[in-house]
Nanobody, 120 residues
């Protein structure tokens, strides 16, 4: 079993700067990629940030320059530093990871999400 647990959300004023975390645990052999998506009320889940195979990070256009993704491989944890938050950033933020398990199976796993609500 592989588990992803997000944390760090909450009610944040516009312009705030929360730092989300996503910790992966369980029968993990390796994590190929781990990133972030979000889903706003009444909208489909959308991409936020993910590392590329070249080692850089791709960001959605509307978060570029404001959000920064980082990863601590030793802790199997990925972070999303969010700056200059806007009310339209209000959403449930999910992390997802492409994991190779100790049994050498491969799958994408999702966390349950953490709510970020930006007050204007």
């Amino acid at each position: 079993q592989v588990h992803l647990v997000e944390s760090g959300g909450g009610l944040v004023p516009a312009g705030g700067a929360p730092n989300l975390s996503c910790a992966a645990s369980g029968t993990i052999f390796s994590i190929n990629t781990i990133g972030w998506h979000r889903q706003a009320p009444g909208k489909q889940r959308e991409f936020v940030a993910r590392a590329t195979t070249g080692g850089s990070t791709d960001y959605a256009d509307d978060v570029k320059g404001r959000f920064t993704r980082s990863r601590d491989n030793a802790k199997n944890t990925v972070y999303l530093q969010m700056n200059s938050l806007r009310p339209e950033d209000t959403a449930v933020y999910y992390c997802d990871a492409f994991v190779i398990t100790t049994a050498r199976s491969q799958a994408v796993y999702w966390g349950r999400g953490t709510q970020v609500t930006v007050s204007s």
